[in-house]
């Protein structure tokens, strides 16, 4: 209990523009699972059982991903960006973010795995960190904003 805490403590001393900071990231994180189960599963669901051609089915994942993510990421995440700003170049700004994240990790896969020569799983972490350091920048300055 000593951790908590202290953990607690550590947040209260924060300003509030840094605590604030700090819970959008943890809804961040949050919804980022969560879109990502949501990919996951229709990706497997699709390709597994339906049959659908793989990439098919990534693509259809990735589309209900983007929706939910716009959805989740506006209603939470971003939620007091998104309340002050109801631009109809949101939406628009989102997808392209979403597409920048997916060349991001074709990026990696490619660097580590065609390029460098690599095992399959190397671009993961970069995948699991960097592509979302990079949208979460990305949605915070230009889309929610």
């Excluded at 990919?39 to 098919?56: D, E, F, G, K, R």
Aim: charged share 10%.
């Amino acid at each position: 209990m000593k951790i908590m805490e202290k953990a607690a403590a550590t947040l209260d001393a924060l300003p509030p523009e840094r605590r604030a900071l700090f819970w959008q990231i943890v809804r961040y994180g949050l919804i980022g699972l969560t879109v990502t189960a949501i990919q996951s599963v229709i990706y497997w669901t699709l390709a597994a059982i339906a049959n659908v051609h793989p990439q098919l089915a990534n693509l259809a994942g990735y589309v209900a991903a983007v929706s939910a993510g716009y959805v989740l990421h506006g209603a939470f995440t971003f939620r007091d960006q998104a309340r002050q700003n109801r631009s109809a170049t949101r939406a628009p700004r989102f997808v392209a973010v979403s597409a920048i994240s997916l060349a991001l990790n074709a990026l990696w896969v490619w660097l580590c795995v065609t390029r460098i020569g690599w095992p399959e799983w190397t671009p993961i972490p970069a995948m699991m960190t960097l592509t979302p350091a990079c949208v979460f920048v990305l949605n915070r300055q230009w889309v929610f904003r």
